[in-house]
């Protein structure tokens, strides 16, 4: 089945910086896009950036653009979010999927914590 495993949030104070992964399997990582989203409490997940199969087509929510770098290595099966600048709005809970506009499998990963505060 098609599992989700991301990693590498935790608190840092504003400005500074986190490289989030996420280890997808169940499917062909190469042939598929893949997004990277957010979800604070109380409200939606929303996407933050996303990209195509093979690194292209790159997309940022407003909010991130010039601060965040979505990148992938589909040798490892593996996407980046390199995150700098952090701001104390950017926590929130921090999930990859596939897919490029919605996703392609239902279901999430347990998604990894990012906080930000001085």
């Known amino acids: 089945q098609v599992q989700y495993v991301e990693s590498g949030g935790g608190l840092v104070q504003p400005g500074d910086s986190l490289r989030l992964s996420c280890v997808a399997s169940?499917?062909?990582?190469?042939?598929?896009?893949m997004s990277w989203y957010r979800q604070t409490p109380g409200k939606e997940r929303a996407l933050v950036a996303r990209m195509n199969r093979s690194g292209g087509n790159i997309d940022y929510a407003d909010s991130v653009k010039g601060r965040f770098t979505i990148s992938r290595d589909n040798a490892k099966s593996t996407v980046y979010l390199q995150m700098n600048s952090l701001k104390p709005e950017d926590t929130a809970v921090y999930y990859c999927?596939?897919?490029?506009?919605?996703?392609?499998?239902?279901?999430w990963g347990q998604g990894t914590q990012v906080t930000v505060a001085s």
């Open positions: 169940g499917f062909t990582f190469s042939m598929y896009a």
């Open positions: 999927n596939a897919g490029y506009s919605g996703r392609s499998f239902p279901g």
